[in-house]
């Protein structure tokens, strides 16, 4: 599995957008972004400079970003956007020659009109490295240092990073259904039914591995199990904020009771599957260690007692490599989990 540079991109803009972050610049290939204080905490690995800000009270100061979503091509852009100012510079190199001269007479005085050194230009918009190279307007100085560029493509540690980022704040959620603009204009209150939805991440693992997600949702108020709920929540408009003319229908069963009866569901589910491929697991695994017993077994007739333990160390260590690496396990945890309330239907 891979990411394309949007996708990247795309995953990147909704976290900066959902920390709510300051965007300076943005283009297909890269965005330019001060950091909020919330994005910088999970993002700058800075506990000290935060852990100063809280006890003293000071005002944050967020560091900024150049995000590179495309390095390749923005390298390609930003060298062609160079070329037209290196080409007026050597147009006007001639003039540049004669400006020199012409700076030798206020020299002597000592300072240059405008107040500037001699021989020095006040507008900067007229020195010479302008002259040669164009002047380039700097972006602002935003946060503490300059600011920073740093590749975002798949398999980077920052995108990495924000995904983790992203996965930790959003772990645990709590959003209800948009009814739309006529709700509000309605006499009667909408009924909002509260569920309990989780995703868990099951996998299958030995010299291979296997990952299957699993998104479920249960009613608190009738009890019943929803096996799509991820494709229902896909369909609709969700808000974090409780919207207005709407009543939540009291809960039936309990948030932790919701949590056991899928739990006891997707148990249920496991248990019917097909699991020759752990049996052939094991058969790998028996062959793997027969061999390392093999290897080991004339190395362990060692008489020196000091070399006969720092074998018998490997040879333990090796099957433990191998069990670890060949013996079949299903472990079950949840991705992301919250509760959804949602129209009555």
Not at 280 to 287: G, K, P, T, Y
Not at 288 to 306: R, T
Not at 333 to 339: D, E, R
Request: hydrophobic fraction near 35%.
């Amino acid at each position: 599995m891979t990411l394309t540079a949007q996708e990247v991109r795309k995953h990147v803009m909704e976290y900066l957008e959902a920390t709510e972050c300051t965007v300076i610049e943005v283009s297909p290939l890269h965005v330019t972004v001060k950091l909020s204080p919330r994005a910088d905490r999970m993002l700058t690995d800075r506990p000290y400079y935060w852990g100063f800000v809280e006890r003293t009270g000071a005002a944050p100061e967020t560091l900024s970003f150049t995000f590179v979503f495309d390095p390749e091509q923005y390298d390609h852009a930003a060298a062609q956007a160079a070329a037209p100012a290196r080409t007026r510079g050597a147009v006007n190199q001639p003039q540049v020659s004669l400006n020199i001269e012409a700076a030798a007479e206020p020299a002597a005085a000592g300072t240059a009109p405008g107040g500037a050194p001699a021989g020095v230009s006040a507008d900067p918009q007229d020195s010479i490295l302008a002259r040669y190279f164009g002047v380039v307007p700097a972006l602002p100085r935003l946060g503490p240092g300059m600011i920073r560029r740093e590749d975002v493509i798949y398999g980077s540690k920052r995108l990495n990073q924000i995904w983790a980022a992203a996965r930790d704040e959003g772990k645990c959620l709590q959003l209800f259904e948009d009814p739309g603009s006529r709700q509000r204009m309605t006499l009667f209150s909408a009924a909002y039914e509260p569920w309990l939805g989780v995703c868990y991440k099951v996998e299958m693992t030995c010299d291979l591995k296997r990952e299957e997600l699993h998104f479920l949702g249960i009613s608190l108020t009738t009890g019943k199990i929803a096996t799509d709920f991820g494709s229902r929540l896909d369909r609709l408009e969700l808000t974090p904020r409780l919207p207005e003319n709407i009543h939540i229908q009291p809960y039936d069963l309990s948030v932790s009771g919701g949590a056991d009866r899928l739990e006891s569901y997707l148990t249920g589910q496991l248990a019917g599957l097909d699991y020759s491929w752990a049996e052939q697991a094991r058969e790998r695994l028996q062959l793997e260690l027969s061999i390392v017993d093999l290897y080991y077994a004339e190395l362990l007739k060692e008489q020196d007692e000091e070399k006969k333990q720092a074998i018998e160390e490997q040879y333990n260590a090796r099957r433990t490599e191998t069990s670890w690496q060949y013996e079949p396990q299903v472990e079950v945890s949840a991705v992301t989990y919250g509760l959804f309330h949602l129209r009555s239907s």
